[in-house]
C-alpha cells in the first residue's frame, strides 16, 4: 500500500514538473552545472593534492636540495661529493637516494634497428626504489652491484614506454635495447603512472657515481630525496651541522652552501597548490550559488501553491501525506539534476586531466570521485527537501479561511516567504561577486601576461631539438662540423630564410648557468659572484630569432675553436655591471669548466628564458664551435606555415645520421602558448564559474521579482486603482531589485577584499583589490539586476487595474 502510495506521489510529482518546463529546466540546469563543476573540481583536488602518494609512509619522504642565501638561492642541485657525506653522516635519515634527470637516445630494440626516439630519463641510485616502495611489474630493480661505473648499463622502462615501442612484451625483462649507442639490458617494467619528482619519464638506469673521478663528484648536478627516522626539525639541524662540515672539508666547492630540506608532498605539488585550493573555494561558491538559486525557485513555487496545499488539507489530506508529496517532487528534480551532473562531471574531469600544457602533478590520474559527487547529491537533496516543503509546514498549520485570506492579500505568509527569498537572492548575488571578482583579476592578469614582450619574433619560427649522443659525438669537432652542415642543408629547403641554433630554447627552462666576475675589479668570492645563463649559439641564431643588437656585433664563423674568446651578453648584463660605460670591449672571467676569461663584442635584447612574467637574467652567449654542446635546438625561420617544413628538416637530419633521433618539433608560438598554459588554465577555469555565477544570480533576481510581482497583483491593481502611475510602479519594483543586489554587492566586496588577497601568488601586475576590477563588477552586476527587475516591472506596468483587482 505505502509503496502505490509512493509511486503514485512520484508519478504526479513528475507530471507537474513536466507541467512546468521553465521551473524544471532551470532548476535541473542550476543543479547539474553546481555539482558536476564542484565534483570534477573536488575530485582534482583529491587526486592532486589529498590522496596519499603511491610510496611506503609517504609522509615521511624528503626531498633535499642545496641553498646559498647570500644569492638568494634555495633549490640548487647537489654535489655527488655532498650528497655521500649525507648519506654516511645522517642519523636522522633512515635511507637516502639521489637522481637526475637526463636525456638519452634510443636507437635500437631487441630485434635490431628501431626508429631513434630521444627519451626523458632519470638515472637513479640503486637504493632509490626499494627506499620508495616501489617494484617494478614486470622483472627486477636495479641491484647494489649494477650502480657502479663501468657496469651500469641497466635499464628499466616506464609503462606507457613498454607499450608504445615494445609492443607490450611480456617477456621483455633480460633482453638488450640500445641507448647512448650501447646496449643496455631491460631488467624491468614499472607500474603505470609510476613517477617520482618530474612527469612523463620514459625510462631509469643507475647513476654510477663515480668516487674516483673528481670532476665528476663535484658537479652539482643532483636531487636527493631521503626518509627521516626523526622529527623535520631534527633532520634540518643534523643535515645544517653536516653542511658546515663540508665547507670546511671542500671549501670552493661549498663555501656559503647549506643543505635546504622540503617536505615530499609539498614539493612535488608546491607550485599548483594555491591556484588548485583557489578553484575549489570558487567551484564551492558555485555549488551554494546553485542550491540557493533552487532553493529559491522552489520556496517561490511552493508559496504560489499556498491555496492549492490549503485546500487539500482541507480536503482531508494530512500534513505527513501533502508533505510526502511535495518532497517526491523535490526528490525527483534532485536525483534528475544529479543524474546530469554526474554526465556533466565525468566530462569535465577528462577534459581537465588532458588539457594541454598543464602541469599539475598527478593530474592524469583524475577520475569522478563517487564519494565526492554523494555528498553534492545530498546538498541538492537537502535544499530540496527544506524549501520543498517549507510552504507546507506553514500552510497545513493553519485553517482554510486564514490561508486563502493570506493568499488573497499577500499577508505575513507572503512577506514571511518574500524576506527568505530576498535573503537567499542578496546571499546569491555576494556569491558571484566574489567568483566574478576573481576571474575579473585572473582575465586582466592574464591579458597583461600575453602582452610582455618575450624578447623575439615567436611567428614564422619552427623550432626542434637534435641531442647528439653518443661516442662518435664525442669529439667537439664532430659536434660542430654536424650544425654547420645540417644549417646549410636546412636553409636550402624552399621556403626557409635563416637557421640557428642554442643549447636552450627561451621560455624553455633556465639551463646552463656560470658564476662570473668582471675583468679588472675586485673578484669577491665565488659563492658571491653573480649568476648568468650560460648558452652556446650559432653564428645566424639572433638573427633568425629576430632577437635585437643594442650594441657591437654578432658572432661570425671566424668566432672559431682557433680564435680568441669571445661573448655576446644580453642588456640586463651590460645594464648591471657596465653602466655607463658600454660593454663592448669589457672582459668577463667566467667560472666554467674550465674557467674561462671572454671578451664581450656585442648586447642583445633580453628574452625571457623560463617564464614569462619572470625578471630577465643576466645571459652570456657563446659561439658554438668555443662551446659546444651535445643538444641543440634548431631555430627554423621560414616565409612558409612552419609546420609545412618540419618533414623536410627532420629528412635532412637522418640524411646526416639514421641514427640521430629529432624530438619536439614544434611552432615557437606554441611554445609561448605553452608558457603561459597555467596562467590561461586556472583562467579559463574561473571564468567558467563566473559566467555560471553570473547567470544564476541574474536568474535568481529576475526569478524572485518576477513572483513577487506575480503574488502583488491585487496590490499593485489597488495602488493603480487608487491614483498610481506606471513610473511609481516601475520604481516599486525595480528597486525591489536594486536594493537585493545592492545588498549582496556590498557583502560581496567585503568578501572579496579579505579572500582575494590569497590570490596574489597567481597574479601578475594586478593587485588582488584593484579597484578597478571590483569596480567593473559591481557595476556589471548592478546593471544586470536592474535588468532583471526591468522585465517583470513592464509586465506591473502594463496592468489593468479591474484584472489586477479580481486576480487569484
Known amino acids: 500500500m505505502h509503496m502505490r502510495l509512493l509511486w503514485q506521489d512520484l508519478r504526479f510529482g513528475a507530471r507537474l514538473l513536466w507541467k512546468a518546463p521553465a521551473f524544471s529546466a532551470v532548476a535541473l540546469v542550476a543543479l547539474a552545472l553546481g555539482m558536476g563543476a564542484a565534483t570534477a573540481i573536488f575530485s582534482v583536488v583529491d587526486t592532486v593534492l589529498l590522496k596519499p602518494l603511491a610510496f611506503r609512509d609517504p609522509d615521511r619522504l624528503l626531498v633535499i636540495w642545496e641553498k646559498n642565501p647570500a644569492q638568494n638561492r634555495y633549490k640548487l642541485f647537489v654535489a655527488p661529493v655532498n650528497f655521500l657525506a649525507w648519506q654516511k653522516q645522517s642519523r636522522a635519515t633512515g635511507s637516502m637516494g639521489a637522481l637526475q634527470d637526463v636525456r638519452v637516445n634510443l636507437t635500437g630494440g631487441p630485434n635490431g634497428h628501431i626508429d631513434p626516439e630521444e627519451l626523458k630519463v632519470e638515472r637513479v641510485t640503486a637504493g632509490l626504489l626499494p627506499m620508495l616502495g616501489v617494484q617494478p611489474v614486470i622483472g627486477r630493480a636495479f641491484r647494489p652491484e649494477e650502480d657502479q661505473p663501468g657496469r651500469a648499463n641497466f635499464v628499466l622502462l616506464s609503462h606507457s614506454l613498454w607499450q608504445r615501442r615494445f609492443g607490450a612484451d611480456p617477456a621483455i625483462a633480460g633482453k638488450s635495447i640500445r641507448l647512448r649507442d650501447q646496449p643496455y639490458l631491460v631488467t624491468g617494467v614499472m607500474p603505470a603512472g609510476f613517477e617520482i619528482l618530474a612527469h612523463g619519464m620514459d625510462a631509469w638506469i643507475p647513476l654510477a657515481l663515480n668516487p674516483n673521478n673528481p670532476r665528476a663528484m663535484n658537479g652539482q648536478f643532483l636531487t636527493v630525496i631521503a626518509r627521516r627516522t626523526a622529527p623535520l626539525e631534527q633532520v634540518r639541524a643534523e643535515l645544517e651541522g653536516i653542511g658546515a662540515q663540508m665547507e670546511q672539508a671542500v671549501p670552493e666547492l661549498n663555501r656559503g652552501r647549506r643543505p635546504s630540506v ?55 489530506a494530512g500534513r505527513g501525506r501533502i508533505m510526502v508529496q511535495l518532497l517526491s517532487e523535490s526528490v525527483l528534480l534532485s536525483l534528475a539534476g544529479g543524474v546530469l551532473g554526474i554526465a556533466f562531471g565525468v566530462g569535465a574531469v577528462r577534459i581537465l586531466a588532458s588539457a594541454p600544457g598543464v602541469a599539475i602533478p598527478r593530474l592524469a590520474g583524475a577520475s569522478l570521485d563517487l564519494r565526492l559527487f554523494l555528498f553534492g547529491l545530498g546538498v541538492s537533496l537537502l535544499t530540496g527537501i527544506l524549501f520543498g516543503v517549507a510552504p507546507a509546514i506553514s500552510c497545513t498549520g493553519m485553517c482554510l479561511s486564514t490561508a486563502l485570506n493570506e493568499v ?3 499577508g505575513t505568509l507572503g512577506r514571511r516567504g518574500r524576506t527568505v527569498r530576498d535573503g537567499l537572492v542578496i546571499t546569491e548575488v555576494a556569491l558571484a561577486v566574489v567568483v566574478l571578482i576573481g576571474a575579473g583579476l585572473l582575465i586582466r592578469s592574464f591579458l597583461r601576461l600575453r602582452n610582455v614582450d618575450p624578447g623575439f619574433q615567436p611567428g614564422g619560427l619552427l623550432t626542434l631539438r637534435v641531442p647528439l649522443s653518443g661516442g662518435r659525438n664525442a669529439a667537439v669537432e664532430r659536434r660542430v662540423a654536424f650544425f654547420q652542415q645540417l644549417a646549410e642543408r636546412v636553409a636550402a629547403i624552399p621556403g626557409v630564410t635563416s637557421v640557428g641554433a642554442i643549447n636552450g630554447l627561451p621560455l624553455t627552462g633556465l639551463g646552463v648557468g656560470a658564476t662570473f666576475a668582471v675583468e679588472g675589479r675586485p673578484a669577491p668570492p665565488v659563492e658571491q659572484r653573480p649568476m648568468a645563463l650560460h648558452r652556446s649559439v650559432t653564428p645566424a641564431y639572433f638573427r633568425t630569432m629576430a632577437i635585437p643588437m643594442a650594441a657591437g656585433r654578432y658572432f661570425t664563423e671566424s668566432d672559431n675553436a682557433k680564435s680568441a674568446p669571445v661573448a655576446i651578453v644580453n642588456q640586463t648584463l651590460a645594464r648591471r655591471f657596465f653602466p655607463g660605460t658600454g660593454a663592448v670591449g669589457g672582459r668577463l672571467v667566467v667560472d666554467a669548466e674550465p674557467p674561462r676569461v671572454v671578451e664581450i663584442v656585442g648586447v642583445v635584447g633580453d628574452v625571457k628564458p623560463d617564464r614569462i612574467e619572470n625578471e630577465d637574467w643576466p645571459a652570456i652567449y657563446n659561439p658554438y664551435a668555443q662551446l659546444s654542446a651535445t643538444s641543440m635546438e634548431l631555430a627554423v625561420r621560414a616565409s612558409v606555415p612552419p609546420m609545412s617544413v618540419a618533414a623536410a628538416v627532420q629528412r635532412e637530419v637522418r640524411n646526416l645520421d639514421a641514427d640521430q633521433p629529432v624530438a619536439d618539433v614544434r611552432p615557437m608560438s606554441e611554445v609561448v602558448d605553452l608558457s603561459v598554459a597555467g596562467p590561461r588554465f586556472n583562467t579559463w577555469l574561473l571564468t567558467a564559474f563566473a559566467i555560471i555565477a553570473f547567470v544564476l544570480a541574474a536568474v535568481g533576481i529576475y526569478g524572485v521579482v518576477s513572483y513577487d510581482v506575480s503574488e502583488r497583483t491585487n496590490e499593485i491593481g489597488i495602488r493603480l486603482a487608487l491614483g498610481a502611475q506606471p513610473g511609481d510602479v516601475l520604481r516599486m519594483v525595480v528597486g525591489h531589485g536594486a536594493l537585493m543586489a545592492a545588498w549582496g554587492i556590498g557583502a560581496g566586496l567585503v568578501a572579496a577584499f579579505g579572500l582575494t588577497r590569497l590570490m596574489g601568488s597567481m597574479l601578475y601586475g594586478v593587485d588582488p583589490t584593484d579597484a578597478w576590477t571590483f569596480g567593473a563588477i559591481s557595476l556589471l552586476l548592478g546593471a544586470v539586476a536592474l535588468a532583471a527587475s526591468y522585465v517583470p516591472s513592464r509586465r506591473a506596468m502594463a496592468l489593468n487595474p479591474v484584472a489586477a483587482l479580481r486576480h487569484e
Open 262 to 316: 622540503f617536505v615530499f608532498s609539498e614539493e612535488l605539488v608546491g607550485g599548483v597548490q594555491r591556484a588548485l585550493w583557489v578553484l575549489l573555494g570558487a567551484v564551492g561558491c558555485l555549488l551554494l550559488i546553485a542550491c540557493v538559486n533552487v532553493a529559491n525557485l522552489l520556496l517561490a513555487r511552493g508559496t504560489a501553491r499556498r491555496r492549492e496545499i490549503a485546500l487539500r488539507a482541507a480536503l482531508g
Open 408 to 410: 488573497a492579500r499577500g
